[in-house]
């Protein structure tokens, strides 16, 4: 949204990769994030929209809870070819085709941490929802994310991981600032779940795959050069088929309501 920033899915060959790793994704941990979205707000009837929403996979998850099917909105069109049919839009995150107040529920999901215009986003998202609706965001810190035995390449590639994401505009620690972020937007009332994810949750190679996401995340060469990188990712992978190891990631999930006097609160 709002411009790829640190995130890839480029090409026809790695659109499809990644809507699988994103639907095998939000499956691995929906049971845990549906009651952590039950904790923030979701409730049968909310017109809701998920905004990032790429190949649809919250969409069907989302819809029996709600008893309607949610909107989902993405740039990525690419992405978007794979999600239902006749609820997405292509839209950018900070400009949304919206009138205000129409939503009862925004879910920013794993895309903040992606683009600089993160606030934007979350000032768009909250024009569009109602007077009292809830805004709920989930993204990760990837500084917790650690495994043992640890790879002796693990600290430098987790490094060069989390540099080049900056470099372009993304932020890996994005989770721990959620709260923060939505109090700065003038929302209120906010509530924090977390969301640790683990190689007990997952098989280690899917644990690696699914969370780590090796294909779609760029590392620049000066920070590591390609053997270098590829040794990483090859000694994650060794670490995941050997047995025995325990791997950990952390999200957060943040929600928060939308005042009545919201116009007077939030920053432009």
């Known amino acids: 949204m709002a411009g790829d920033g640190s ?8 659109v ?6 994103l639907r095998r994704q939000a499956a691995a941990i929906w049971t845990r994030e549906r009651e952590a979205l039950g904790r923030i707000g979701l409730a049968p009837g909310q017109r809701l929209l998920d905004l990032g929403c790429g190949p649809g996979g919250m969409l069907d998850r989302l819809a029996p809870d709600l008893g309607r099917a949610p909107f989902g909105a993405d740039l990525n069109q690419g992405l978007l070819r ?10 950018d995150g900070a400009r949304l085709p919206f009138q205000a107040g129409v939503f009862d529920f925004v879910l920013i999901r794993l895309v903040l941490r992606h683009t600089p215009a993160r606030e934007q986003l979350i000032h768009e998202a909250a ?9 709920c965001t989930v993204d990760v810190d990837e500084a917790a994310t650690a495994f043992d035995p640890e790879p002796s390449s693990w600290p430098a590639l987790k490094a060069a991981l989390a540099a080049s994401a900056v ?6 620690i994005m989770g721990r600032k959620l709260h923060r972020l939505l109090v700065a937007a ?3 009332d906010v509530t924090t779940v977390g969301l640790p994810v683990s190689s007990d949750d997952l098989p280690p190679p899917a644990f690696v795959e699914t969370m780590l996401a090796p294909a779609a995340r760029q590392i620049d060469a000066d920070l590591l050069d390609g053997p270098a990188v590829r040794r990483g990712w090859d000694d994650l992978r060794a670490w995941a088929t050997d047995g025995g190891g325990f791997g950990y990631a952390l999200g957060w999930m943040a929600g928060a309501r939308k005042p009545d006097d919201w116009d007077t609160r939030a920053r432009p």
């Open 186 to 188: 003038g929302l209120v």
């Open 82 to 91: 794979n999600a239902p049919a006749g609820r997405v839009v292509r839209a």
């Open 127 to 135: 024009r569009v929802l109602r007077a009292g609706g809830i805004l």
């Open 167 to 172: 470099r372009r505009g993304g932020d890996p």
């Open 7 to 14: 995130y890839r899915a480029a090409g026809a060959a790695g």
């Open 16 to 21: 499809e990769s990644e809507t699988e790793r």
